[in-house]
């Protein structure tokens, strides 16, 4: 890190916390917001000093190059609470590396680890009591980083502001999740920026997505690109299949540009491993899946990503094809989520380091 960097956060408390009026006995994903947020700008070459204060709108002139340009990426992590009111964070140092691949994609400048992940324990410091603490309940954190200039110049942006913001959380989906296999919409391309976690890629999704939920599937899996052949990943979400007692999933950065680098799936892998569970990651087909499913060893599909965790999927949909899928109370699926659950929410041992304390 450079010797200027402004390493010492302004911290501006809210006079009065919104604490008391936040419900967390009905909580929709990403619609309460908590007390603060962290924000860092940079300007011309130099990040000013980053401030953590009371979360409020921000003013933006319509000229700023994000809303033009999409010069936008964003992070997706969780802290959560043990039963000693202890807050953890889950490989933290995992989504900052993310970020700033994304960032070096769109043209961004990299982010001082001081400001993310030191900064969002500050941040969720702060904002403690509001890591809501009943059954898979979390503080999901939210970091998002834009372009600030104000030109309607097709250019990378010469200022920009990093922004954390933080939102109670209960399940992301509730009910069955059914999923179509897309074969004419793609999300991503080879050399594009599926990787990233660039906010227009989102964007590119919806139409898509809000066909597939008008014909009943509340999900795409996407395919590849040039020939809709190979299973990606969902919206948000990596996917796993179970055909027997194998585990599939598609490759990511470096083999494949198309896909992002889960966490969840990172994780996943490794607890399958150290589980003497069979992973396969390489190319899967669209046409060994259906292929299983026709001959019943199609056992399990799961999505995997923080905000869901773990996601047994209900049914799949492919062109003229459809079929329910085994609901297996013991499956893959239901393993992984508690096996990572338990690490979350330091109810067993970490032997791997994942889970980072908040104090
Ligand atoms: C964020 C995201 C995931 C899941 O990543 P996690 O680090 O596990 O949350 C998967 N696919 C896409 C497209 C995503 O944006």
Request: net charge positive.
């Amino acid at each position: 890190m450079t010797a200027d960097l402004k390493t010492n956060f302004i911290i501006e408390k809210i006079k009065k916390s919104r604490l008391p009026q936040a419900d967390f006995s009905n909580l929709v994903f990403g619609r309460m917001f908590s007390d603060h947020m962290l924000i860092a700008d940079y300007i011309d070459g130099q990040w000013q000093t980053p401030k953590i204060i009371p979360y409020q709108a921000l003013p933006y002139e319509p000229s700023a190059k994000v809303f033009h340009y999409g010069q936008a990426i964003f992070e997706g992590m969780k802290a959560y609470k043990d039963q000693n009111g202890n807050a953890f964070l889950f490989r933290p140092e995992d989504n900052f590396e993310r970020m700033n691949n994304s960032a070096q994609r769109l043209g961004m400048p990299a982010i001082p680890k001081e400001y993310f992940v030191n900064g969002i324990k500050e941040l969720i410091k702060l904002d403690k009591d509001w890591i809501p603490t009943g059954n898979g309940q979390s503080l999901y954190i939210r970091p998002v980083f834009i372009a600030t200039e104000n030109a309607v110049a097709a250019s990378p942006s010469a200022s920009y502001r990093f922004i954390v913001i933080s939102s109670p959380a209960a399940k992301y989906y509730s009910g069955d999740v059914k999923v179509k296999i897309e074969d004419k919409y793609s999300r991503a391309c080879d050399g594009g920026v599926g990787y990233a976690k660039a906010a227009g890629n989102y964007a590119a999704q919806f139409y898509p997505t809000e066909k597939a939920k008008a014909e009943g599937f509340q999900q795409i899996i996407w395919t590849d690109s040039a020939q809709h052949k190979y299973l990606e990943e969902a919206g948000t979400m990596n996917i796993f299949f179970r055909i027997g007692d194998k585990l599939l999933t598609a490759p990511t950065v470096p083999v494949s540009t198309r896909i992002l680098p889960g966490v969840t799936r990172r994780s996943i892998i490794q607890l399958a491993k150290d589980n003497n569970i069979d992973v396969e990651v390489r190319p899967v087909e669209v046409a060994e899946v259906i292929e299983a499913s026709k001959n019943g060893t199609l056992q399990e599909i799961f999505g995997a990503g923080t905000a869901a965790t773990i996601l047994p999927i209900a049914g799949l949909k492919y062109k003229d094809y459809y079929a329910d899928l085994p609901k297996l109370k013991d499956g893959f699926a239901n393993k992984f989520k508690n096996m990572l659950m338990d690490i979350q929410y330091n109810r067993v041992e970490d032997p791997y380091g994942w889970r980072v304390k908040i104090d």
